[in-house]
């Protein structure tokens, strides 16, 4: 006599045994190890590619970035002093940094605490970091530390690394809907980036090197981070994006003994920024 199943029940059998929990976990495991892999190998390969984009498609690709910040921005005399003292240090860079470029300063007057390089050229200086100066030489560290990003190309790596794991779970994970949307979010994954702290301390270096090219001294060259090491808790956009101000300070010291470099006077910041 033989007994029927209700419809929809599985017959298992010696020869047809059920899934076994470990058989699942194991091709779960299988499979998020995969997309791992896969999102891991996509961002380095972005990342490496970078050194490869020409200046010319980077502006292009600010194009759709530089907008958002250029309508918060307002031409000023302290938009103008910030460019005088941003020329004076793009005059040090090199011809492979230098050639091809055209780096502005866009002041917002905001209480921001921050400083953002974005793709286009483009160091935006917020009014709440210039409230924070007390020195021509420590606005120019930190203005010299923002062409250092643009010399490691770290925005634009970033951007990418972001955009090629956005682009690889939509399509692993069959979002296709979201594809369409994952361009629109550069401006936000500008606003919010978070280099690494080897990047941070890459950009310090090449700061530190601009502020003894331009005045034969580095003096001012910790003051900012020194005083954001004190606020260390305190809700400012910068701290959310760099990392801790204090092993800063204490790597850029360690530079500044190693090369033998001289710390000298403070120059007053100019008038129009204070």
Known sequence: ??????????????????????????????????VITIVWVAGWIASSLVWWIPPRVEQQLGQVIVPTYEALAQPSATQESLNTL???????????????????VLYIPDETVNAIAI??????????????MDSENELMMVLGHEL????????LRGL???????????????????????????TSIVANAQFSQQQEYQAD??????????????AGATDFFAELAQKQGVDLAILATHPASAKRVQRLEQLIQKNGYEIGER????????
């Open 1 to 34: 006599m033989s007994i029927e199943l209700p419809p929809g029940t599985a017959a298992y059998s010696k020869r047809n045994p059920p899934p076994q929990n470990r058989q699942l976990l194991v091709f779960l495991g299988w499979f998020i190890g995969t």
């Open 86 to 104: 941003l020329d004076r240090l793009e005059a040090h860079l090199s011809d492979d940094l230098h050639a091809g470029r055209d780096y502005q």
């Open 119 to 132: 793709p286009g050229d483009r160091v935006i200086i917020y009014q709440g970091l210039l409230q924070e």
């Open 148 to 155: 250092g990003h643009f010399a490691n190309r770290d925005h």
């Open 160 to 186: 990418s690394r972001r955009l090629a794991v956005q682009l690889v779970l939509a399509t692993v994970l069959g979002d296709a809907g979201s594809i369409g949307a994952i361009a629109s979010s550069a």
């Open 205 to 218: 270096e090449i700061g530190l090197q601009l502020l003894h090219q331009e005045y034969g001294q580095v």
């Open 267 to 274: 120059s007053p910041l100019p008038g129009s920024l204070k």
